[in-house]
């Protein structure tokens, strides 16, 4: 029989690579987990609509609103300033309706409420109003969506704006889903 003989190193275990290696999937993901929990907590935004199921109940007088831009033959372009913080809507029109002295556009982010704005545009010219945003929009941050309505609320235009042109247009259709 031949003696086994245990080959040992004089080495404490804390300078082997083997236990080190062992115990680095478990620590990574203790800190990616608290990297999550820490942006999940610096970035809440909340619901983005917390009475969706009455916005579920309104969309057919939603709809109504857009026939009637459309019965008017309603639609619009709208354009920013370099600066993003102006911005000027030309308000197209088939019928000879008086156009309201003001009407509202708002800026819907599609994720994050905190960044939506609703801006108060007043008729400067026929069919041209004008208006400012609260703060600008960075270019490449996404698409927005549109809408313009009169202070009444009887029509609307919707349409979608990606940041990084400088223009959108409205239409009195109803988004196709």
Do not use: C
Not at 106 to 118: F, I, K, N, S, Y
Request: no cysteine.
């Amino acid at each position: 029989m031949s003696e086994l003989s245990l080959r040992t190193s004089g080495k404490p275990w804390f300078r082997e690579p083997w236990p080190w290696l062992l115990m680095a999937g478990p620590l990574l993901v203790i800190v990616a987990g608290v990297i999550t929990v820490w942006l999940a907590i610096k970035s809440d935004d909340g619901l983005v609509a917390d009475d969706y199921y009455k916005r579920g109940l309104a969309v057919n007088q939603d709809i109504g609103r857009d026939r009637r831009a459309g019965e008017l033959g309603l639609n619009a372009e709208v354009a920013f300033s370099e600066d993003r913080l102006r911005l000027h809507v030309r308000l197209a029109q088939r019928a000879n309706e008086v156009l309201p002295p003001s009407i509202n556009l708002t800026l819907v982010h599609p994720t994050r409420r905190g960044q939506d704005q609703l801006v108060p545009l007043t008729l400067e010219s026929k069919g041209t109003y004008v208006g400012s945003l609260q703060e600008a929009i960075a270019p490449a941050s996404g698409k927005r969506h549109l809408t313009l309505e009169d202070p009444e609320a009887s029509w609307r235009l919707v349409g979608e704006w990606d940041t990084d042109t400088m223009s959108a247009n409205l239409q009195s259709e109803p988004q196709k889903q």
